[in-house]
């Protein structure tokens, strides 16, 4: 490689870590290189010149797309993007004219298929970022964890780690007093401990009461501390069902809304709890076979085997003989809507099973651009940075995309046109 060609790549390495807006620790994590000294030297020496990377390396890093991000465009309010998945919070309000500031996710694999798809490296674990390193910002978005409140796992709540990143989500609202909030989470959230956790939630952003918790609840030092300034949100919540707003899949999550009373130029009182009103009234006619592929099309290796489909139906007579509900469940084209896609569903495909009986064939898992569907993602949505069981994974943890325009089309009629 001549001088030339070795200062043309080191610039284009530069230029492309800039423009996914990666420090080089993640941009290092990001393609693979081990969290260590000697891979942050690498990618220096490769950006002064002075070596070059792998042709496979080369190869991943010319395949992550240019950010989609139009500067001239998507300046009418700025957003971040916490706890961000693959993105699905983020495409509504971005449609809509916002510009993502900053984005946060820990999982290495939705952070690829985060940027494959959307040309920015999430940082990375957000306990571990300052406030005030994060930028200012109009709204702040947080799919924050579920694990610890809902069936799939042990609802532990405030007591599980988990759970307390809500406190990491209200230290940012405090350090930086966004105009507006949008949080996301699975319905069993609003009964957990009896309705005491949601009440807990609700108290910290309004500025009724602020809790004290033990020392021996995990928060991090500055999430503690900002417990010692009031918010002051107008504040309420929903529970929304996807099939509503259509999209062929009964998937309920919990949304709560704020506006800050005091920044937002038309803000009346009550405005969160008009939204949703509007919100729950909405209904939709759906049809899951309008998000199907043709059986005779689909890939066999989504039928699922003799031996696993066996073992269904098996469970199935044993959980129905112990007068419990559970089983796996069967859908076809003309079914209204499918069951709640989960984050094991790449595990046996229980909860969703298309029936191929027309093809005289075991039942068929959902093809990843299928569970695309059933979420709402734009068919351009790219599926190939990760394996199927991932890409299964991630749009079980996601969010509904139509669900979620349908709340920034209200909440940005009532921050934005205020702006000061």
């Known amino acids: 490689m001549s001088d030339n060609d070795a200062q043309d790549l080191a610039r284009y390495l530069r230029d492309k870590r800039s423009s996914l ?3 080089i620790e ?3 994590r ?37 950010p989609d991000r139009n500067d001239s465009l998507t300046n009418k309010f700025r957003f971040i993007d916490l706890f961000a998945g693959i993105g699905g919070i983020r495409i509504p309000f971005q449609n809509r004219g916002g510009r993502c500031a900053f984005t946060s996710e820990w999982d290495k694999f939705a952070q690829k298929t985060y940027a494959f798809n959307h040309g920015e ?81 609700l108290n910290v952003l309004t500025g009724e009461h602020v809790p004290e918790f033990p020392n021996e609840i995990d928060l991090s030092e500055e999430a503690r501390e900002s417990l010692g300034t009031r918010l002051n949100y107008d ?31 038309n803000y009346r009182e009550g405005s969160a709890t008009e939204i949703l009103d509007r919100l729950s009234q909405r209904r939709s006619k759906t049809r899951l076979g ?46 209204e809507y499918c069951n709640t896609i989960s984050a094991r569903y790449f595990k046996d495909g229980s909860e969703i099973l298309i029936d191929q009986s027309d093809l ?16 709402g993602f734009p068919e351009n949505f790219n599926l190939n940075a990760v394996s199927d069981p991932q890409i299964y994974k991630q749009f079980g943890n996601s969010v509904s995309v139509p669900v979620i325009d349908a709340i920034a089309e209200e909440m940005i009629g009532v921050f934005s046109d205020g702006h000061p």
Do not use: M
Not at 364 to 370: A, I, M
């Open 26 to 28: 993640s941009f290092a």
């Open 290 to 335: 309008d998000v199907l592929e043709k059986n005779s099309v689909v890939d066999p290796k989504y039928t699922i085997s003799d031996r696993l489909w066996n073992g269904h139906k098996r469970r199935l007579i044993e959980h129905r003989a112990k007068g419990n509900g559970f089983g796996y469940s069967l859908f076809n084209r003309d079914s």
């Open 30 to 66: 990001f393609i693979g290189l081990k969290d260590n000294e000697l891979s942050l030297q690498k990618i220096k020496q490769w950006e002064q010149g002075l070596s070059k990377p792998s042709q496979r390396i080369l190869e991943f890093i010319e395949r992550i797309p240019e």
């Open 235 to 265: 504040v309420d919540f929903r529970v929304l069902s996807s099939n509503n707003f259509g999209v062929p899949q009964r998937r309920e999550r919990i949304y709560i809304l704020g506006f800050h009373k005091d920044l937002v130029n």
């Open 121 to 201: 490296i999430p940082h990375g674990d957000i306990t571990k970022i300052r406030s005030g390193d994060i930028p200012s910002h109009d709204l702040l978005l947080a799919g924050f964890p579920c694990q610890a409140f809902s069936q799939a796992g042990l609802r532990k709540g405030f007591s599980d780690t988990r759970g307390t990143l809500f406190f990491e989500v209200q230290r940012i609202l405090t350090h930086h007093q966004p105009r507006a909030f949008l949080l996301e989470n699975v319905k069993q959230l609003r009964g957990h401990d009896k309705g005491r956790t949601l009440s807990t939630i």
């Open 21 to 23: 807006n990666a420090d």
């Open 360 to 375: 005289g064939l075991n039942p068929r898992k959902l093809t990843p651009r299928e569970c695309a569907r059933i979420q």
